[in-house]
Nanobody, 123 residues
């Protein structure tokens, strides 16, 4: 069982930066692949980034967002730079007990989810 708590969301102007954090409980954090998803009002939950043996990004955030993890702190981060209004959403972190598998952009691959943190990018 893994419990996830996101933090770091907020209101930022377009072009600005935010760093999201996701703190995980449990002793086996390092054995989980971790992902970030986002969901805008009226839309589906979309893949943003994942870290397993490597990092993976949605095309819409490549070059602007960076996912990283600190296993000593049981925390995964999402550094978001050059933010755009279309990045506005609730951001969720998620844990996948399988490091390597196909379809990592699908929410169904992840067993544990945080409660989400709101990111709003103004023009």
């Amino acid at each position: 069982q893994v419990q996830l708590v996101e933090s770091g969301g907020g209101l930022v102007q377009a072009g600005g930066s935010l760093r999201l954090s996701c703190a995980a409980s449990g002793r086996t954090f390092s054995s989980y692949a971790m992902g970030w998803f986002r969901q805008a009002p009226g839309k589906e939950r979309d893949f943003v980034a994942r870290i397993d043996w490597s990092t993976h990004y949605a095309d819409s955030v490549k070059g602007r967002f960076t996912i990283s993890r600190d296993n000593t702190k049981n925390t995964v981060y999402l550094q978001m730079n050059s933010l755009k209004p279309e990045d506005t959403a609730v951001y969720y972190c998620a844990a996948d007990p399988q490091f390597i598998r196909p379809g990592v952009q699908r929410p169904q691959r992840y067993d544990y989810w945080g409660q989400g943190t709101q990111v709003t990018v103004s023009t």
